[in-house]
């Protein structure tokens, strides 16, 4: 059984920074895609970042240079380090993989299977 374990989230002042971490269990970590997406209440889930089995990397436009995504496969971790934090990250953010072995980044939640429980991210002024 895939299970997905969000840390990291918290309070923070504008321009501040936090690291995400997210721990797979349940098959082998380095053979899957991984990604992060966010959401905020009345709103979709909203693409955040995503990194391949081999390392490439893709994000969203509103993150691009201050968002990184890596991961440890020896530690079957996915990392989000988020950098110059704007009120507008205010959001859960969620950890997530396809079932499919070496697929590529996708920006859709709906190709995604697995998720985690979500970590609240707030940016204060």
């Known amino acids: ?15 501040g920074s936090l690291r995400l971490s997210c721990l797979a269990s349940g098959r082998t970590f380095s053979r899957f895609a991984m990604g992060w997406f966010r959401q905020v209440p009345g709103k979709e889930r909203e693409f955040v970042a995503a990194i391949t089995s081999g390392g490439s990397t893709k994000y969203a436009d509103s ?11 020896a530690k079957n971790t996915v990392y989000l380090q988020m950098n110059s934090l704007k009120l507008g990250d205010t959001a859960v953010y969620y950890c997530t993989s396809p079932a499919d072995a070496f697929s590529l980044p996708s920006t859709s939640a ?6 985690g429980q979500g970590t609240q991210v707030t940016v204060s002024s």
């Open 1 to 15: 059984q895939v299970q997905l374990v969000e840390s990291g989230g918290g309070l923070v002042q504008g321009g």
């Open 110 to 115: 709906g190709d995604y299977d697995y998720w």
């Open 63 to 73: 993150v691009k240079g201050r968002f990184t995504i890596s991961r440890d496969n």
